[in-house]
């Protein structure tokens, strides 16, 4: 089976990937609060392969999400501290579904959604596979494949052609 690959990348790699948002774009700009800059950037990303895709919105629900976060520690610097200087919401940033919760939330999708890690950086192959594996399964029409990295972020509309 053959498909259609409309990609868009972003190299982006520091946290001033967050300013690549436009909160103007977001359909709930209150999840601004719970997005770090990793997922600002993915949703970005993502929102740019859908836009060059002419992806509808919403994109109902035979449209799947695939999202693969590169693995990381949490950062020592991150936990240095009290408790009470951690923002009231900051669990919610580091939950590994949120980044797939926030892209079906801005796109309409209401397909299969997986989130998955790895440190191999194997990330655009893994996220590929299982989008292939999905449309040739018949679980999902199109699939919306995005990933966040220390490269940056990269992210792609896949259909059968």
Not at 39 to 64: E, H, I, M
Not at 70 to 87: I, M, V
């Amino acid at each position: 089976m053959a498909y259609d690959l409309i990609q868009m990348h972003c190299r982006i790699t520091g946290p001033e990937g967050a300013a690549t948002l436009d909160p103007a774009r977001l359909r709930q700009r209150k999840l601004l609060k719970v997005m770090d800059s990793r997922t600002r950037s993915l949703v970005a990303a993502a929102q740019a392969a859908a836009d060059a895709a002419g992806l509808p919105y919403p994109a109902g629900p035979r449209c799947a999400l695939c999202v693969g976060l590169e693995a990381s520690s949490l950062g020592q610097e991150s936990w240095t501290g009290t408790a009470a200087d951690l923002p009231p919401l900051w669990m919610l940033t580091w939950l590994p579904n949120m980044p797939a919760a926030h892209l079906a939330l801005q796109l309409g999708a209401g397909g299969p959604a997986h989130t998955f890690s790895c440190s191999s950086g194997q990330l655009w192959d893994e996220a590929l596979t299982l989008s292939r594996e999905w449309l040739e399964a018949g679980e999902a029409d199109r699939v919306l494949a995005a990933i966040a990295g220390r490269d940056g972020v990269r992210a792609a509309v896949i259909s059968p052609s």
